[in-house]
Protein backbone atom coordinates (compact mmCIF):
# COMPACT_ATOMS: atom_id res chain seq x y z
CA UNK A 1 0.00 0.00 0.00
CA UNK A 2 0.84 3.55 -0.48
CA UNK A 3 2.97 4.99 2.30
CA UNK A 4 5.34 8.20 2.79
CA UNK A 5 7.60 8.28 6.22
CA UNK A 6 8.83 11.52 6.86
CA UNK A 7 11.99 11.39 9.44
CA UNK A 8 14.60 13.79 10.78
CA UNK A 9 12.96 16.29 12.91
CA UNK A 10 13.79 17.28 16.69
CA UNK A 11 14.52 20.16 18.52
CA UNK A 12 17.14 22.75 17.22
CA UNK A 13 18.29 25.69 18.09
CA UNK A 14 17.37 29.35 16.01
CA UNK A 15 19.77 29.79 13.20
CA UNK A 16 20.50 25.76 12.75
CA UNK A 17 19.68 23.04 10.24
CA UNK A 18 17.83 20.03 9.72
CA UNK A 19 17.48 17.89 6.80
CA UNK A 20 14.29 15.93 6.77
CA UNK A 21 13.75 12.98 4.76
CA UNK A 22 10.43 11.39 3.07
CA UNK A 23 10.69 7.79 2.39
CA UNK A 24 7.63 6.60 -0.10
CA UNK A 25 6.91 3.54 -1.06
CA UNK A 26 3.87 1.11 -2.46
CA UNK A 27 4.08 3.15 -5.89
CA UNK A 28 6.54 4.96 -8.45
CA UNK A 29 7.63 7.76 -6.82
CA UNK A 30 8.60 9.27 -10.21
CA UNK A 31 5.32 9.25 -11.36
CA UNK A 32 4.47 12.11 -8.74
CA UNK A 33 5.16 15.40 -7.92
CA UNK A 34 5.41 16.07 -4.01
CA UNK A 35 5.06 18.88 -1.34
CA UNK A 36 6.37 19.42 2.04
CA UNK A 37 3.35 21.14 4.09
CA UNK A 38 3.74 22.35 7.45
CA UNK A 39 1.29 22.52 10.71
CA UNK A 40 2.53 25.32 13.52
CA UNK A 41 1.13 23.62 16.87
CA UNK A 42 -2.78 24.58 17.36
CA UNK A 43 -2.11 26.18 13.74
CA UNK A 44 -3.75 25.63 10.68
CA UNK A 45 -1.89 23.94 7.42
CA UNK A 46 0.51 26.05 5.35
CA UNK A 47 1.76 24.82 2.17
CA UNK A 48 6.18 24.84 2.15
CA UNK A 49 7.66 23.46 -0.98
CA UNK A 50 6.61 21.87 -4.19
CA UNK A 51 8.92 19.81 -6.45
CA UNK A 52 8.20 18.24 -9.88
CA UNK A 53 8.39 14.53 -10.56
CA UNK A 54 11.74 14.82 -12.16
CA UNK A 55 13.13 17.12 -9.76
CA UNK A 56 13.16 20.13 -12.67
CA UNK A 57 10.31 22.79 -11.55
CA UNK A 58 10.54 23.66 -7.72
CA UNK A 59 8.80 26.18 -6.00
CA UNK A 60 9.00 27.58 -2.44
CA UNK A 61 6.51 29.58 -0.07
CA UNK A 62 7.97 33.32 0.49
CA UNK A 63 8.31 32.47 4.17
CA UNK A 64 11.09 29.63 3.70
CA UNK A 65 12.71 31.06 0.29
CA UNK A 66 16.18 31.31 0.53
CA UNK A 67 16.41 29.02 3.74
CA UNK A 68 15.19 25.61 2.59
CA UNK A 69 16.06 23.62 -0.33
CA UNK A 70 14.17 20.68 -1.62
CA UNK A 71 15.05 17.56 -3.56
CA UNK A 72 14.48 14.49 -4.52
CA UNK A 73 15.86 10.79 -5.27
CA UNK A 74 13.86 8.82 -7.36
CA UNK A 75 16.10 6.08 -7.31
CA UNK A 76 16.03 5.78 -3.56
CA UNK A 77 12.23 6.50 -3.39
CA UNK A 78 12.97 9.77 -1.46
CA UNK A 79 12.47 13.54 -1.05
CA UNK A 80 13.91 15.66 1.06
CA UNK A 81 13.98 19.45 2.79
CA UNK A 82 17.45 20.74 4.01
CA UNK A 83 16.24 23.45 6.22
CA UNK A 84 18.79 26.27 7.26
CA UNK A 85 18.56 29.65 9.69
CA UNK A 86 15.92 27.98 11.10
CA UNK A 87 13.41 30.46 13.26
CA UNK A 88 10.98 29.84 16.01
CA UNK A 89 8.29 30.44 13.59
CA UNK A 90 9.23 27.19 11.63
CA UNK A 91 8.52 25.06 14.60
CA UNK A 92 5.64 23.18 12.97
CA UNK A 93 4.70 19.40 12.16
CA UNK A 94 6.20 18.39 8.61
CA UNK A 95 4.13 16.99 6.30
CA UNK A 96 5.11 15.50 2.86
CA UNK A 97 2.44 14.53 0.29
CA UNK A 98 2.35 13.57 -3.31
CA UNK A 99 0.46 15.22 -6.16
CA UNK A 100 -0.59 12.85 -9.18
CA UNK A 101 0.26 14.99 -11.90
CA UNK A 102 -1.75 17.93 -12.85
CA UNK A 103 -4.62 17.44 -9.70
CA UNK A 104 -3.51 20.48 -7.73
CA UNK A 105 -4.44 18.39 -4.92
CA UNK A 106 -2.28 16.04 -2.31
CA UNK A 107 -4.24 12.46 -2.07
CA UNK A 108 -1.54 10.97 0.01
CA UNK A 109 0.38 12.28 3.44
CA UNK A 110 2.70 11.41 5.45
CA UNK A 111 2.29 10.90 9.32
CA UNK A 112 4.50 14.05 9.98
CA UNK A 113 7.61 14.52 11.56
CA UNK A 114 7.50 17.41 14.18
CA UNK A 115 10.51 20.21 14.06
CA UNK A 116 11.10 22.62 17.07
CA UNK A 117 12.68 25.64 16.78
CA UNK A 118 13.91 26.69 20.35
CA UNK A 119 16.92 27.89 22.70
CA UNK B 1 -2.44 36.58 -3.74
CA UNK B 2 -5.67 34.60 -3.47
CA UNK B 3 -6.95 34.20 0.21
CA UNK B 4 -9.32 31.86 0.80
CA UNK B 5 -11.71 32.35 3.97
CA UNK B 6 -13.80 29.60 5.18
CA UNK B 7 -17.09 30.38 7.56
CA UNK B 8 -18.04 29.36 9.99
CA UNK B 9 -15.46 29.06 12.19
CA UNK B 10 -16.82 26.30 14.16
CA UNK B 11 -19.89 24.20 13.12
CA UNK B 12 -21.95 22.45 16.16
CA UNK B 13 -24.20 19.33 14.71
CA UNK B 14 -25.38 15.75 15.93
CA UNK B 15 -24.39 12.80 14.52
CA UNK B 16 -26.78 12.45 11.85
CA UNK B 17 -27.64 15.68 11.00
CA UNK B 18 -25.90 17.43 7.82
CA UNK B 19 -23.83 20.33 7.61
CA UNK B 20 -22.76 22.69 4.76
CA UNK B 21 -19.14 24.39 4.80
CA UNK B 22 -18.14 27.69 3.35
CA UNK B 23 -15.21 28.68 1.31
CA UNK B 24 -14.86 32.12 -0.30
CA UNK B 25 -11.94 33.03 -2.36
CA UNK B 26 -10.60 36.52 -2.74
CA UNK B 27 -11.02 36.83 -6.39
CA UNK B 28 -12.07 34.10 -8.83
CA UNK B 29 -10.56 31.07 -9.21
CA UNK B 30 -10.30 27.76 -11.55
CA UNK B 31 -12.91 25.49 -9.96
CA UNK B 32 -10.43 22.54 -10.95
CA UNK B 33 -7.83 23.86 -8.27
CA UNK B 34 -10.19 23.98 -5.66
CA UNK B 35 -9.84 20.60 -3.07
CA UNK B 36 -11.12 20.42 0.45
CA UNK B 37 -9.30 17.96 3.31
CA UNK B 38 -10.57 16.64 6.57
CA UNK B 39 -7.70 16.54 9.09
CA UNK B 40 -8.48 14.68 12.54
CA UNK B 41 -6.57 15.41 16.10
CA UNK B 42 -3.27 13.75 15.59
CA UNK B 43 -3.76 12.94 12.18
CA UNK B 44 -2.36 13.65 8.48
CA UNK B 45 -5.35 15.38 6.75
CA UNK B 46 -6.93 13.60 4.22
CA UNK B 47 -8.16 14.66 0.77
CA UNK B 48 -12.01 14.31 0.39
CA UNK B 49 -12.58 16.77 -2.78
CA UNK B 50 -10.75 17.57 -5.68
CA UNK B 51 -11.64 19.58 -8.78
CA UNK B 52 -14.19 21.80 -6.38
CA UNK B 53 -16.24 18.37 -6.92
CA UNK B 54 -14.77 14.74 -7.82
CA UNK B 55 -14.76 12.76 -4.89
CA UNK B 56 -11.04 11.47 -4.04
CA UNK B 57 -10.61 7.55 -3.59
CA UNK B 58 -12.97 6.23 -1.14
CA UNK B 59 -14.65 8.84 0.09
CA UNK B 60 -18.20 8.37 0.71
CA UNK B 61 -20.76 10.12 -0.81
CA UNK B 62 -22.41 11.47 2.31
CA UNK B 63 -19.55 14.25 1.42
CA UNK B 64 -20.48 16.57 -1.58
CA UNK B 65 -18.30 19.70 -3.07
CA UNK B 66 -19.73 22.34 -5.47
CA UNK B 67 -19.20 26.07 -6.68
CA UNK B 68 -17.66 27.97 -8.73
CA UNK B 69 -15.81 31.71 -9.38
CA UNK B 70 -15.76 33.05 -5.79
CA UNK B 71 -17.96 30.17 -3.50
CA UNK B 72 -17.36 27.01 -3.06
CA UNK B 73 -19.38 24.39 -0.19
CA UNK B 74 -18.52 21.28 1.34
CA UNK B 75 -21.59 19.39 2.24
CA UNK B 76 -21.66 16.77 4.82
CA UNK B 77 -25.31 14.89 4.77
CA UNK B 78 -25.86 12.09 7.27
CA UNK B 79 -23.02 13.24 9.90
CA UNK B 80 -21.38 10.15 11.08
CA UNK B 81 -18.82 9.69 14.33
CA UNK B 82 -15.92 9.94 12.19
CA UNK B 83 -17.07 13.50 10.17
CA UNK B 84 -16.01 15.37 13.62
CA UNK B 85 -12.80 17.15 12.59
CA UNK B 86 -11.59 20.38 10.85
CA UNK B 87 -12.06 20.53 7.15
CA UNK B 88 -9.76 22.72 4.99
CA UNK B 89 -10.29 24.39 1.74
CA UNK B 90 -7.53 24.50 -0.38
CA UNK B 91 -6.41 26.36 -3.82
CA UNK B 92 -3.65 26.79 -6.32
CA UNK B 93 -2.81 29.91 -8.15
CA UNK B 94 0.50 30.64 -8.13
CA UNK B 95 1.19 29.29 -4.54
CA UNK B 96 -0.47 27.02 -2.70
CA UNK B 97 -3.06 28.29 -0.52
CA UNK B 98 -5.18 27.23 2.65
CA UNK B 99 -8.21 28.46 4.06
CA UNK B 100 -8.38 28.85 8.06
CA UNK B 101 -10.32 25.65 8.39
CA UNK B 102 -14.15 24.96 9.97
CA UNK B 103 -13.86 22.77 12.97
CA UNK B 104 -17.31 20.39 13.08
CA UNK B 105 -17.86 19.40 16.18
CA UNK B 106 -20.31 17.86 18.30
CA UNK B 107 -23.30 19.94 19.19
Known amino acids: QVQLVESGGGLVKPGGSLRLSCAAS????????MSWIRQAPGKGLEWVSYISSSGTTIYYADSVKGRFTISRDNAKNSMYLQMSSLRAEDTAVYYC????????????WGQGTLVTVSS | EIVLTQSPGTLSLSPGEGGTLSCRASQSVISGRLAWYQQKPGQAPRLLIYGASTRATGIPDRFSGSGSGTDFTLTITRLEPEDFAVYYCHHYDTSFTFGPGTKVDIK
Open chain 1, 97 to 108: AREPGGSLSWDY
Open chain 1, 26 to 33: GFTLSDYY
